[in-house]
């Protein structure tokens, strides 16, 4: 392998705020200068210090691995040869080598992981019984009998257990770089499932309620197509109402070649009478004969020495269609069918061969569960639905309307509510960053039958949007929800004040925009577990670590997305505003510095921000994400007075927001 490069790239996703596009920008990394850069940032936000953190994972691998190798040594009188498939750190394949392994080669694709992975081998020992290779093990040419691995070991499984490509690696190990009957972990995985009824679940993945104005997107956006969505089962806990036993759905046996496609069916019997709203799923992964790994839910495995773990989560498949109802004591079928690298189901008769795949419509394939669940928020529906009939009341007869943002219902509820009143004019425009979202828009008004109401700015930039455009009328009202599909963090919403600023020129004295205005507030917290999964990982199962630390260190405390309702935390400040923004105004350059008083004395190892606009309330969305940075933990009192300094930045060119925090 010395003929590789020794230089890596891949593309950093950038967001620019004016035009509301996703960037991509080469990045670079020189291994053999070990220049990390940017690349820490991608380790600290994906799942390997989590994993890391998972004692009971690190654990039963290890006691597998060693079982595995002890026995091949006392039939053969020697150790077996070792293929790590995803070695990340290459703590499989130290676990392999430390039990005797003296030949492991070690496959790793993630480019970022590999340099890393290099140093922790040697920092430990191992450079001579582990080779670190680049590569995925799918690319590796097929390997002479005598170079065979005769014990594999992977943990390529996600939370849908088969999304990360195990089923198609596996099939290629087994055809060409394993040898006959080589010993395989984990051995086998079971997909264990439960039919739920659940009204949040339901909400985000049924349109039939969602009415704004008088318009129905339900009725013209098609049925559901079904979809799986990674969810903590705990955090809905209360709301998940089991309607049969657990059961299998289907199981899959990694020893042999498997297949890259099939169908499973199982007969379940409800236990309650009521609609199915989602499956809910986990695995159970048999590394051996004696050590498995479940991600069953809490209330399901309740052995004491689980691992809480955000890695691996449960699963929920909503269904596509309509709602399926069952009854008690009605046996149903359960029909699971699978390709590649995902499962989907379906609740009653038997299909053979397995489902089709369901092929979702434009709306739905745009609209995230996320999405559908904001556009269900009976909240949410009274202040949209209330922007809208303000605005579409302050509207002068010789001026227009636009709504700016993706995927937006805005438009279509003012053309509705201007049509009611007798105005059939077209008045309405509709601006979507978002190439393809605009070409659903232009489907759901013809649809809706508003062609002749609402217009289409089939522009790329808001800046050439011109009075020729708008039939030679000045903006008299200009709305969002605001809604972007590239919206990664809460502030990314503020794309609404740059569309402002373009629009500009082109508004009436009088305008009426809506939102008026945002608040970023935000406060500092307690996490319960959340924070772990960017703590130091120091030492596992015996090995130096640190190599991992040296370089993700440095960039801890980076700022990323959380759905706050699904990890638990303690409030120790009340929530505070951080930055105000005037959408009358011009975008600029925003600093403050804000002390928050402790009034609730524990750990603080978190802060969390979001968007608030107008005058909504302040409490953190269920259907919305929020932004969280953790630092590093430091016990406060609110008897002593302590208190949080915060200084947050919003930098107008580049429409970011960055905060550094401390205890005073």
């Known amino acids: 392998f010395s003929a590789l490069s020794k230089r890596m790239a891949d593309f950093l996703a950038k967001l620019d705020p004016v035009t509301g596009k996703v960037e991509w920008v080469l990045r670079e990394h020189d291994q053999a200068a070990d220049d990390h850069g940017d690349f820490a940032a991608d380790l600290l936000a994906s799942s390997y210090g989590d994993m890391l953190h998972d004692t009971e994972r690190n ?6 691995i060693v079982a595995s190798i002890q026995r091949f040594l006392e039939i053969n009188g020697r150790p077996p040869r070792v293929l790590d498939i995803g070695t990340g750190t290459g703590l499989l394949a130290m676990l392999a080598a430390r039990s005797g392994a003296t030949d492991v080669l070690a496959c790793e694709a993630f480019l970022p992981m590999v340099s890393v992975g290099r140093q922790v081998v040697a920092d430990n020992g191992f450079s001579d019984q582990i080779t670190v290779v680049p590569q995925r093990s799918t690319d590796l040419e097929p390997l002479p009998d005598a170079q065979r691995a005769e014990l594999v070991v992977s943990e390529i499984l996600d939370t849908e257990l088969i999304g990360e ?63 799986m969505v990674d969810v903590h089962a705990d955090a809905l806990e209360g709301d998940l109402h089991p309607l049969c036993d657990v059961f299998d759905a289907i199981h899959f046996d990694f020893t042999s070649s498997p297949d890259l496609e099939g169908v499973s069916s199982t007969i379940a019997t409800p236990t309650a009478t009521g609609t199915v709203d989602a499956i809910l799923l986990w695995w159970d992964a048999h590394l051996d004969a004696e050590n498995c790994l479940s991600t069953a839910p809490p209330w ?90 303000a605005s579409c009341c302050h509207l002068p007869a010789e001026e227009c309307l636009v709504s700016v943002g993706d995927g937006s219902v805005l438009a279509l509820a003012a053309a509705h509510v201007l049509q009611t009143n007798g105005d059939r004019t077209a008045r309405v425009f509709s601006f979507e960053p978002n190439e393809i979202s605009r070409r659903n828009t232009v489907k759901l008004v013809s649809k809706l039958k508003l062609s002749r109401s609402v217009g289409i700015l089939d522009v790329q930039e808001l800046s050439t949007v011109d009075l020729d455009l708008l039939g030679g009328m000045r903006i008299g009202a200009l709305i969002g929800e605001p809604y972007y599909l590239s919206s990664l963090l809460p502030w990314h919403a503020l794309q609404f004040w740059y569309a402002c600023d373009a629009l500009r020129p082109i508004m009436s004295a009088s305008v009426h925009i809506s939102p008026r205005r945002a608040r ?75 002390r928050m008083p402790i009034v609730k004395s524990g750990h603080w190892n978190g802060v969390v921000s979001w968007i608030v606009f107008d005058d909504a309330d302040e409490v953190p969305s269920a259907v919305e994400r929020q932004a969280v940075q953790l630092v590093p933990q430091v016990s406060v009192s609110s008897d002593n007075g302590d208190e949080i300094s915060l200084s947050v930045a919003f930098t107008a060119s580049d429409g970011d927001v960055t905060w550094t925090a401390g205890l005073t």
């Open 520 to 594: 970023l507030v935000g406060m500092c917290v307690e996490f319960d577990k959340l924070q772990r999964i960017q703590a130091p990982v120091d030492i596992v199962a015996g090995f130096n670590l640190k190599a991992y630390d040296a370089v993700t260190a440095p960039h801890a405390g980076s700022i990323f997305p959380v759905a706050l309702w699904e990890y638990q935390y303690t409030a120790l400040t009340a929530i505070t505003t951080l930055i105000e923004f005037d959408f009358f105004g011009k975008v600029t350059d925003k600093q403050v510095t804000t």
């Open 300 to 389: 399901v495995d309740r052995r004491s020495g689980r691992s809480w773990r955000d890695h691996w989560r449960q699963a929920v498949y909503l269904l596509a269609g309509p709602p399926v109802t069952v009854e008690v004591g009605v046996d149903v079928t359960v029909t699971c069918t699978f390709d590649e690298y995902s499962l989907w189901f379906t609740v009653g008769d038997f299909v053979q061969g397995g489902a089709s795949r369901p092929v979702p419509s434009l709306s739905w394939a745009l609209w995230s569960p996320t999405r559908v669940s904001e556009l269900n928020c009976p909240e949410r529906k009274i202040t949209v639905e209330a922007r809208v009939r």
């Open 59 to 64: 654990v039963c691998y290890a006691e597998a």
């Open 165 to 227: 490509g195990v089923l198609g690696t596996m099939r290629h190990a087994h055809s060409a770089l394993l040898a006959p009957n080589a010993m395989v972990i984990p051995a086998s995985a079971t997909v264990r499932a439960q039919l739920v009824n659940s009204k949040r679940l339901q909400s985000w993945n049924n349109l039939s309620t969602a009415e704004y104005c008088g318009v129905h997107l339900g009725a013209v956006a098609g049925d559901p197509p079904g979809r």
